[in-house]
T-cell receptor, first 115, second 111 residues
Framework: GAVVSQHPSWVICKSGTSVKIECRSL??????MFWYRQFPKQSLMLMAT?????????EQGVEKDKFLINHASLTLSTLTVTSAHPEDSSFYIC???????????FGDGTRLSIL | ELKVEQNPLFLSMQEEKNYTIYCNYS?????LYWYRQDPGKSLESLFV?????AVKQEGRLMASLDTKARLSTLHITAAVHDLSATYFC???????????FGTGTSLTVIP
């Protein structure tokens, strides 16, 4: 149980394009979803927290107009990196949980490479 | 600023040896989690610690939580090569919805 599916796994695209990453909870309802970014050999950095049906809460230093988050249902959240540039290249990981004290369940991550 | 620090950052140890990884945090929290990450992979949940004095064990790994000291430990007993990975602790403050990760400990077990 508690499976989180993230899509795509790896994407390479040219600078200036927008990239959408999907995060789905397959067998539970995720009241809260989280988006993280991880640079090589570093820890995970929380980018934003999203609750279904409301606007995402972004961490300090994360541009909300660049990283658009939509949490339209209890099983789906999307992260769109708009006008991506090489410095946005990173490993993006989503997670989801069903309740406040429940552990977060992580997707397999999306490796984003911007040329 | 909330800090979650792990010690050590890198650890290389021989098989069959024991060692402890420490996770210190700077906020009030009764919820601490341990995760494992293999290279190029996402995170795998290891332990969920939800109260002061909580101790959980799975195989060669044992985790504990001291909320008063704001300290969690991950103890490795008789290490084997399969345990080589990066281990993260994560803290959920008692207020708010966020989740903060430690710096990570990269463990290499040498045959």
């Amino acid at each position: 149980g508690a499976v989180v599916s993230q899509h795509p796994s790896w994407v390479i695209c040219k600078s200036g394009t927008s990239v959408k990453i999907e995060c789905r909870s397959l067998d539970f309802q995720a009241t809260t979803m989280f988006w993280y970014r991880q640079f090589p050999k570093q820890s995970l950095m929380l980018m934003a927290t999203s609750n279904e049906g409301s606007k995402a809460t972004y961490e300090q230093g994360v541009e909300k107009d660049k990283f658009l988050i939509n949490h339209a249902s209890l099983t789906l959240s999307t992260l769109t990196v708009t006008s991506a540039h090489p410095e946005d290249s990173s490993f993006y990981i989503c997670s989801a949980r069903s309740g406040g004290s429940q552990p977060q369940h992580f997707g397999d991550g999306t490796r984003l490479s911007i040329l | 600023e909330l800090k979650v620090e792990q010690n050590p950052l890198f650890l290389s140890m021989q098989e069959e040896k024991n060692y402890t990884i420490y996770c210190n945090y700077s906020t009030t929290s009764d919820r601490l989690y341990w995760y494992r990450q293999d290279p190029g992979k996402s995170l795998e949940s290891l332990f969920v610690l939800l109260s002061n004095g909580a101790v959980k064990q799975e195989g060669r790994l044992m985790a504990s939580l001291d909320t008063k000291a704001r300290l969690s430990t991950l103890h490795i007993t008789a290490a084997v090569h399969d345990l080589s990975a990066t281990y993260f602790c994560a803290v959920a403050p008692n207020t708010g919805n966020q989740f903060y990760f430690g710096t990570g400990t990269s463990l290499t077990v040498i045959p």
